[in-house]
């Protein structure tokens, strides 16, 4: 096997991890963080350990399946951990991994950009829609 320096390590690695690529892992995790309930539940933990119901309750309209779907995913990818302590009934806490963590202050500004400029978006939307209602006529 042929020696390869840092530099051409590093190249491959870059070539190996780009999203633009077809076959690319990093996709799969981009796909996952691009769930709306992904981004919400990373912001509600941001403040410490919840429990799923407490979570449930954060997180408006998320459904129980979709909650333990998205709780699930995120502990697979290293990004939340899940603590079962022993008790009558069970008690299962969830937290952010530094994962996890670090993670959340991206998606934390996310969240804060979209709130902000929902005005703007729903104006873009309503002149699109104009337009688009004009040529068609």
């Not at 780009?18 to 509600?44: G, H, I, M, Y």
């Not at 997180?59 to 709780?71: F, I, N």
């Not at 299962?92 to 998606?107: F, H, I, K, R, S």
């Amino acid at each position: 096997m042929p020696v390869r320096t840092a530099a051409q390590r590093r190249r491959e690695a870059k070539i190996a991890y780009n999203a633009f690529l077809e076959a690319c892992p990093s996709r799969q995790l981009l796909e996952t963080l691009s769930d709306k309930w992904v981004t919400l539940v990373l912001v509600a933990l941001a403040d410490g350990m919840k429990r799923h119901g407490e979570l449930a309750r954060r997180v408006a309209g998320v459904s129980q399946k979709m909650l333990t779907q998205t709780l699930r995913s995120l502990e697979r990818d290293g990004l939340v951990s899940r603590t079962v302590t022993p008790s009558v009934p069970v008690r299962v806490d969830y937290a952010l991994t530094p994962l996890g963590d670090a993670l959340e202050l991206q998606v934390r500004e996310l969240k804060r950009w979209a709130e902000v400029h929902m005005p703007h978006v729903f104006e873009a939307r309503r002149a699109y829609d104009a337009r688009s209602a004009r040529l068609a006529q």
